[in-house]
């Protein structure tokens, strides 16, 4: 990685960026330096034929009208996000398909009896999802409504100003995957184990590429930085035990991101004719998050069996008084 | 103290095509040989308070698409602008590179605000119910509890491009942006190449006040998306900047003047370069709308007229 920063707010500069993308400074290397002290005097030649030639909107390059040669001026560089790293699966099929078994087991009560033994897995695929992580020192500025010191109303605001670090806060940016999804999933992975290339993935394997360009990721990676923080201010810095309306502004120092791809088993199972679609962390066989269906024969027993038991003491109670 | 505003007096150069001495006018990066129509891009002798441009956004519109846009934008104004305005001609069509300050500081706000947290509450009221009894009903109302909020706030604030030119005031500037600032390629003579580009003319720490002003203002309008509550009022911050940064910067922008009758002056238009935003508004013609209410109100007392008549 190019260890460039930036001065004012010391996050990493990456290749081709002309201003840091956190504080919007413009690391020094780039300002031009004053080189001569005269006077300098510029006609712009077509490197053919010698003609004057001159910049053109149209085409965004320098065009010669004789001989129709074109001078591409420096490219912009928005690149299209690239993963710098694969983590490996340490879960295999046979591993995935009895967590997914002894999930569908452990269900409780309300879910169909025979959910373990009928379900039949359809569809079971390895999938290496895309995202980031960073880590980031943020002065976090924030305000919110709690319960605490709450007058006539049921809320009263409350503001702060915190330090926090971050490491290794995981962002997605996938698409397979939903954001709760993918959310369930990134405690499970250990970072430590990443490598540089995938050596003979899976042929059935995903390899989920980012689609997002670098200034979007940036956006995406900010607001993932918000939300980041207002999980953790209701953890004690936000005083109450109920929030809403909770507004984050961070000023972020030292931010540094890496583009990861994340193993994941995608499974579809079908129980009565329904799919109902389960992840399971390709690291971690314990951390799965999925659907399963519900016995709605067993909430209706549930819910007579209350009324009938209501409808017997109430009848009890006339009958004693 | 105030810096003097740069000044950069015209002068002569040689055109290095055919020879001839052709006059650099001053306040302007560029020039064109009238004899050869050879483009020379001309960097002046470093000066005090005047800094070479760091960033270029180059132009992406070219003079016709950028005089298509002008023409289907003055077609597409009201009724009510002065007469001859959309028939007028577009004259000295220019594209210029218009020098301005890209600002950025983190800035600091030490804020209070009155919050409110609302409420419902169960009011009973008398009232006469159809058969003329008075009765008694309760409704619930939303009240609100106004709190008072105290807090200090810290962001980064980048992207503020102010003007650097007496040409063309911030006002104008801010009428063609925002400019996708993500095109931002560093400075090279090659993109000036056969364009209009001026120095920088106004003075540094006039432009920094400008930027303040319009960091201020950005940083109240977040404040008040900041705030906590039902509702939020009498936000006061007092905003200070640290860290502050500027870089010249040349913005592209189309400059047209619209003549459009023999003793007024022309009506000068301004488009974004990169994306065709047009800048500003038609002065409207008093004498036009005048007559059309004048016109609507005769209409109206006509047919109270006819119609007192008719009954």
């Known amino acids: ?321 | 103290m105030t810096a003097p505003a740069p000044h950069s007096p015209a002068l002569e150069i040689s055109c290095t095509t055919c020879g001839a001495l052709v006059v650099v006018e001053e306040d302007l990066r560029t020039v064109e040989c009238p004899y050869c129509a050879s483009p020379h891009v001309v960097e002046r002798p470093p000066q005090a308070g005047r800094p070479d441009p760091v960033f270029v956004l180059a132009f992406t519109l070219d003079r016709e698409a950028a005089t298509s846009i002008v023409n289907s934008w003055i077609k597409s104004r009201g009724p009510f602008v002065k007469s001859g305005l959309k028939e007028g001609v577009l004259e000295r069509t220019r594209g210029v590179y218009l020098p301005s300050y890209l600002y950025g500081a983190r800035a600091h706000a030490n804020y209070t605000a009155k919050i409110g947290e609302d409420y419902t509450v169960t009011v009973t009221y008398t009232t006469t119910d159809s058969k003329g009894r008075t009765v008694t009903r309760t409704r619930t109302e939303t009240r609100t509890e106004w709190r008072d909020l105290a807090g200090r706030y810290e962001c980064y604030v980048t992207d503020t491009l102010v003007t650097a030119s007496k040409g063309i005031g911030n006002a104008e500037l801010e009428s063609v942006e925002p400019f996708d600032l993500r095109a931002l390629r560093r400075y090279s003579p090659d993109l000036l190449a056969g364009w209009i580009a001026e120095e920088p003319s106004l003075a540094a720490d006039e432009c920094r006040r400008t930027a303040q002003s319009e960091m201020r203002e950005s940083i109240g309008q977040d404040l008040a998306a900041f705030m906590p509550g039902d509702s939020s009022s009498n936000i006061r911050a007092n905003v200070t900047f640290s860290e502050e940064v500027s870089h010249l910067v040349l913005l592209p922008v189309w400059v047209f003047a619209l003549r459009y009758g023999e003793d007024e002056d022309p009506i000068r238009i301004v488009i974004n370069g990169q994306n065709g935003q047009v800048g500003g508004r038609l002065p409207l013609s008093w004498a036009k709308i005048g007559g059309t209410v004048l016109f609507s109100l005769l209409a109206l007392a006509a047919i109270f007229v006819i119609a007192g008549l008719l009954s």
């Open chain 1, 1 to 321: 990685m190019s260890e460039v920063t930036c001065n004012r707010c010391e996050s990493p500069l990456e290749a081709g960026d002309l201003r840091c993308a956190v504080c919007g400074d413009v690391p020094e290397q780039l300002v031009p330096q004053v080189v001569g002290t005269g006077l300098e005097q510029t006609v712009l030649r077509c490197g053919q034929c010698g003609a004057a030639t001159r910049y053109d909107a149209r085409s965004e390059s320098v065009r010669c009208s004789f001989c129709s040669g074109e001078l591409k001026p420096e490219e912009l560089t928005d690149p299209v996000e690239q993963t710098e790293a694969y983590l490996p699966f340490t879960v295999d099929r046979d591993g995935a398909r009895s967590a997914l078994r002894s999930w569908l087991g452990n269900l409780g009560f309300f879910r169909p009896s025979d959910l373990k033994s009928a379900a039949r897995i359809e569809d079971l695929r390895p999938l290496w999802w895309a995202g980031w992580v960073f880590d980031a020192h943020a002065r976090v500025s924030w305000t919110a409504d709690s319960n605490a010191g709450a007058g006539s109303s049921d809320w009263a605001p409350h503001s702060g100003q915190t330090d926090m670090v971050f490491d290794d806060v995981l962002i997605s940016a996938s698409r397979g995957l939903s954001d709760e999804e993918a959310y369930a999933l990134s405690a499970s992975y250990s970072l430590g184990s990443a490598l540089p290339e995938l050596e003979a993935p899976p042929a059935d394997a995903t390899l989920e590429a980012f689609d997002v360009q670098r200034s979007q990721a940036r956006e995406r990676i900010t607001h993932g930085i918000r939300r980041a923080a207002a999980s953790r201010l209701q953890e004690g810095h936000i005083p109450g035990s109920r929030f809403r309306n909770i507004h984050v502004r961070a000023l972020l120092t030292g931010l540094d991101t890496r583009r990861m791809s994340f193993p994941t088993w995608v499974m579809a199972y079908r129980y009565e004719h329904k799919l109902f679609r389960v992840v399971i962390s390709g690291q971690d066989a314990q951390v799965l998050m999925g659907k399963a269906p519900i016995s709605w024969a067993k909430i209706l027993m549930i819910v007579a069996g209350v009324i009938i038991t209501g409808l017997a003491l109430g009848l009890l109670a006339v009958l004693f008084a």
